[in-house]
């Protein structure tokens, strides 16, 4: 479109010297015509000479000046390549195809292939009708044929083939019905071992110390198990599985309290402490962050400190697990607009071993 605007003003500017001086413009349009010529040929020294369209505009346009009998002796191309490039730009000049609509149905939006592909990483169980479902849910009217193709173009297979969710998926998925069990032994200060009995929610991280005792029997741990199930009461109905290792401690009276709750016990291998690695993470920090900084005098002194700890560890302790969130929290707090105006208050727990920041109401 520009090409052709050109070559009509050109035309037009070159038309005024022709009816001023009729004699004497072809013969100026000639050395016009030879010296574009040499700038040509000084700037193409070596190989074919080749024409660009500046060229061929200008070669063209100056055609209009010069007699058609002596195009043969002035320009160096023939007469019929000339009269090719001026039908050329003439017709360049009236097309209007890429002003129009290509024929056939319009491409989808990227919104909408973005939504596709969204749908088909977060369910592998969907196929391309399944996804063009919940798109028309959303009021994005869109083919399956269509739904397919955006598919296949991003290199997803069907829904039957395509690959299942990650380990991580699949365990974020199970957390909300896993819970754990497992012993933790304390050694006091006249070096005499206790023992602790906690319990992990894996998708809250609810921390619960059952209890403490030097003598660990079947007995007394059937007895924290039912003192559990009377604490948790409702919080118990989606838990559905109970995780812990093959100690004699753990008895059939053991597992029939939890299967009364219908939650079935699944027993770690032998000498598999990963298998229950929640547990094993949580005796880790509590010992890093507690035991390990305070002397332990008694059986009422641990089981003081290990609630103490509890508390903290439920109501304050922030989870990257969680983005951050304790186990007993749902939400952020709003943030602070200035925290230069606010008194920060520090609460230590056990003795200094922990501090506790809140800002004052």
């Not at 369910?123 to 009708?129: K, L, M, P, T, V």
Request: charged share 25%.
């Amino acid at each position: 479109m520009i090409v052709s605007l050109l070559y009509q003003v050109t035309r037009r500017l070159l038309a005024v010297p022709t009816v001023l001086l009729r004699r004497d413009t072809s013969k100026e349009a000639e050395l016009l015509v030879l010296r574009h010529e040499n700038a040509v040929l000084r700037r193409q020294l070596q190989g074919r000479v080749r024409y660009g369209p500046a060229d061929r505009l200008c070669f063209a346009s100056l055609s209009s000046l010069i007699p058609r009998r002596r195009w043969a002796k002035v320009f160096p191309i023939t007469p019929g390549t000339l009269l090719a490039w001026h039908r050329k730009l003439a017709a360049h000049r009236w097309d209007y195809s890429r002003q129009r609509r290509s024929p056939g149905r319009p491409p989808p939006q990227a919104a909408v292939k973005d939504l596709v592909l969204r749908h088909a990483r977060e369910n592998s169980q969907w196929g391309h009708r399944r996804i063009q479902g919940e798109l028309a849910r959303l009021g994005h009217p869109i083919a399956a044929s269509t739904v397919w193709q955006i598919l296949h173009t991003a290199g997803i297979d069907p829904a039957p083939r395509r690959t299942g969710p990650t380990w991580r998926e699949f365990l974020s998925a199970q957390a909300t019905s896993l819970l754990a069990c497992d012993f933790l032994h304390i050694d006091t200060t006249s070096l005499q071992r206790l023992y602790a009995l906690i319990f992990l929610e894996h998708h809250t991280r609810r921390l619960h110390i059952a209890g403490v005792t030097a003598h660990p029997t079947a007995a007394w741990t059937t007895q924290q198990a039912r003192n559990l199930a009377t604490d948790l009461r409702i919080r118990m109905d989606p838990l559905r599985f109970l995780i812990r290792d093959r100690d004699s401690k753990y008895t059939d009276a053991f597992d029939a309290v939890f299967q009364a709750k219908d939650i079935e016990i699944i027993k770690t291998p032998v000498r598999a402490p990963k298998a229950n690695a929640h547990c094993d993470r949580v005796i880790g920090t509590l010992r890093r962050e507690a035991l390990d900084h305070i002397l332990i005098l008694d059986e009422a002194h641990a089981r003081h400190v290990l609630a103490e700890y509890q508390r903290h560890y439920n109501a304050h302790r922030p989870h990257r697990a969680r983005h951050q969130l304790p186990p007993q929290a749902h939400q952020q707090p709003p943030p602070v607009l200035k925290p230069a105006s606010r008194r920060l208050l520090r609460t230590r727990v056990l003795g200094g071993v922990i501090n506790e920041y809140s800002y004052a109401a």
